[in-house]
């Protein structure tokens, strides 16, 4: 079938959602859909960064991409919106397409284009409710009443809700709010999947970024790496980290971590690092590749968790699939990913509990041995090879649903 999936944030974005976006698109094309992704244009800056030209440049992506004129977001540097007057420019894009099913997979301009042209032509289309806007928006507009952006939050997402013939949500627990917000309607659960392009090992590029990243940070040889991924962002509750590495390194002095990944907020969390006394044992990389991680799980000891505003939990799983064992605090995504103690040990919100899990996980080499079996096992529950099957079915019930409508 054709499918345009419309969304706000893709690629050179870095969030959740544009690597859902991307990694269903990838794999619905390679089972023989015909796929189009309607998203934002960014600037000619942003647009330069490696990972766009080398890894992602629309030319060589398996599928069409649709780039539309875009406006800078005044409370998010990173983030940008549809300029409101190419409405023409998407209906006419999506009239040559022809798309059978459109999939939404966010709530700002891009995707209320995409409900707004379904109406207009009668065609069925998907929601998957990515992010919590409710518990989201705060970090962004500091300078409204947090209870008012709450309800923003929420109306902005029951606009879809409301209007889509299948929701799907990444996590039970998203499911739920969908209930909690007054929709009464069948919830598909259906997590982004983790590519197999992301667990290919390669020796000669494994020695090569093992050897670059101890050039760069000499310090870190010879130590336990506790492990980070994901965006720098204030979200993340990244500075518990910290407190939990100083009760590890009292104990295990040869200890670091590495914290993987760019965003607004490294800055100011290498500044606290310093300002901490760390700047010996905390290790900042910037952006890395997503085909390159495998090597960071497989060079590190632990895989350290602190977000309790994760919807997903995605890079929890992944660094399972890589035989990573985990710990983590367990709210949000986390619980849904992990479901207890399995791949490691899923915590309360207390860096004496979590440096503790850790510190048995690195003097227990018998338990560290069996987390880890037990981490690659969990983990692939999220190969996107399995999941997809499952989109594909979410999109023949949306359409019968609206052949049925279309029909009366």
Same mark, same amino acid.
């Given at each position: 079938? /054709?499918?345009?999936?419309?969304?706000?944030?893709?690629?050179?974005?870095?969030? @959740?959602?544009?690597?859902?976006?991307?990694?269903?698109?990838?794999?619905?094309?390679?089972?023989?859909?015909?796929?189009?992704?309607?998203?934002?244009?960014? +600037?000619?800056?942003?647009?330069?960064?490696?990972f766009f030209d080398e890894k992602s440049n629309d030319r060589k992506?398996?599928?069409?991409?649709?780039?539309?004129?875009?406006?800078?977001?005044?409370?998010?540097?990173?983030? $940008?919106?549809?300029?409101?007057?190419?409405? $023409?420019?998407? %209906? %006419?894009?999506?009239?040559?397409?022809?798309?059978?099913?459109?999939?939404?997979?966010?709530?700002?301009?891009?995707?209320?284009?995409g409900a707004i042209y379904c109406r207009h032509r009668h065609l069925?289309?998907? !929601?998957?409710?990515?992010?919590?806007?409710?518990?989201?928006?705060?970090?962004?507009?500091?300078?409204?009443?947090?209870? @008012?952006?709450?309800?923003? *939050?929420?109306?902005?997402? =029951?606009?879809?809700?409301? =209007?889509?013939?299948?929701?799907?949500?990444?996590?039970? =627990?998203?499911?739920?709010?969908?209930?909690?917000?007054?929709?009464?309607? %069948?919830?598909?659960?259906?997590?982004? &999947?983790?590519?197999?392009?992301?667990?290919?090992?390669?020796?000669?590029?494994?020695? !090569?970024?093992?050897?670059?990243?101890?050039?760069?940070?000499?310090?870190? /040889?010879?130590?336990?790496?506790?492990?980070?991924?994901?965006?720098?962002? %204030?979200?993340?509750?990244?500075?518990?980290?910290?407190?939990?590495?100083?009760?590890?390194?009292?104990?295990?002095?040869?200890?670091?971590?590495?914290?993987? *990944?760019?965003?607004?907020?490294?800055?100011?969390?290498?500044?606290?690092?310093?300002?901490?006394?760390?700047?010996?044992?905390?290790?900042? +990389?910037?952006?890395?590749? &997503?085909?390159?991680?495998?090597?960071?799980?497989?060079?590190?000891?632990?895989?350290?968790?602190?977000? /309790?505003?994760?919807?997903? *939990?995605?890079?929890?799983?992944?660094?399972?699939?890589? @035989?990573?064992?985990?710990?983590?605090? &367990?709210?949000?995504? +986390?619980?849904?990913?992990?479901?207890?103690?399995?791949?490691?040990?899923?915590? =309360?919100?207390?860096?004496?509990?979590?440096? @503790?899990?850790?510190?048995?996980?690195?003097?227990?080499?018998?338990?560290?041995?069996?987390?880890?079996?037990?981490?690659?096992?969990? &983990?692939?529950?999220?190969?996107?090879?399995?999941?997809?099957?499952?989109?594909?079915?979410?999109?023949?019930?949306?359409?019968?649903?609206?052949?049925?409508?279309?029909?009366?």
């Amino acid at each position: 079938m /054709k499918v345009a999936l419309f969304t706000d944030a893709y690629f050179p974005r870095i969030n @959740g959602v544009s690597v859902s976006v991307h990694s269903y698109a990838e794999e619905l094309s390679r089972l023989g859909h015909t796929v189009c992704i309607v998203c934002l244009e960014y +600037t000619e800056e942003q647009q330069k960064s490696s990972f766009f030209d080398e890894k992602s440049n629309d030319r060589k992506a398996p599928f069409k991409i649709i780039r539309i004129p875009s406006a800078a977001f005044a409370f998010s540097k990173e983030d $940008r919106m549809v300029r409101l007057d190419k409405w $023409r420019t998407i %209906k %006419k894009s999506m009239d040559e397409f022809k798309p059978d099913i459109v999939h939404i997979n966010s709530e700002w301009t891009i995707g209320y284009f995409g409900a707004i042209y379904c109406r207009h032509r009668h065609l069925p289309f998907v !929601f998957t409710f990515h992010t919590l806007w409710e518990d989201y928006l705060a970090n962004y507009i500091t300078f409204m009443p947090e209870r @008012g952006l709450r309800k923003i *939050g929420m109306e902005v997402v =029951r606009f879809y809700l409301k =209007r889509a013939d299948v929701i799907i949500a990444p996590t039970k =627990r998203i499911a739920q709010v969908v209930s909690r917000y007054g929709i009464t309607r %069948k919830v598909h659960i259906l997590p982004t &999947g983790i590519p197999g392009s992301k667990l290919i090992f390669n020796p000669a590029q494994a020695e !090569f970024v093992s050897r670059t990243i101890y050039e760069k940070f000499p310090l870190l /040889k010879g130590k336990k790496i506790l492990l980070f991924v994901g965006r720098i962002v %204030k979200e993340k509750n990244l500075p518990f980290l910290f407190d939990v590495l100083k009760k590890i390194r009292a104990v295990l002095p040869d200890t670091a971590l590495l914290m993987v *990944g760019g965003g607004p907020y490294l800055e100011e969390l290498q500044e606290l690092s310093a300002r901490s006394g760390l700047s010996d044992s905390v290790f900042f +990389t910037g952006y890395i590749e &997503g085909n390159d991680l495998i090597y960071f799980y497989k060079i590190s000891s632990v895989f350290t968790f602190p977000s /309790k505003t994760e919807t997903q *939990g995605l890079v929890t799983a992944e660094a399972m699939l890589c @035989g990573l064992p985990v710990v983590a605090i &367990g709210e949000m995504g +986390t619980i849904d990913v992990m479901q207890g103690d399995n791949g490691g040990f899923m915590v =309360r919100d207390d860096a004496d509990e979590f440096a @503790g899990k850790v510190i048995m996980l690195l003097t227990d080499s018998a338990l560290h041995e069996q987390k880890a079996q037990e981490a690659a096992e969990w &983990g692939s529950k999220w190969k996107i090879s399995s999941l997809t099957p499952k989109l594909i079915s979410c999109y023949e019930e949306a359409r019968e649903i609206s052949r049925k409508r279309e029909s009366k």
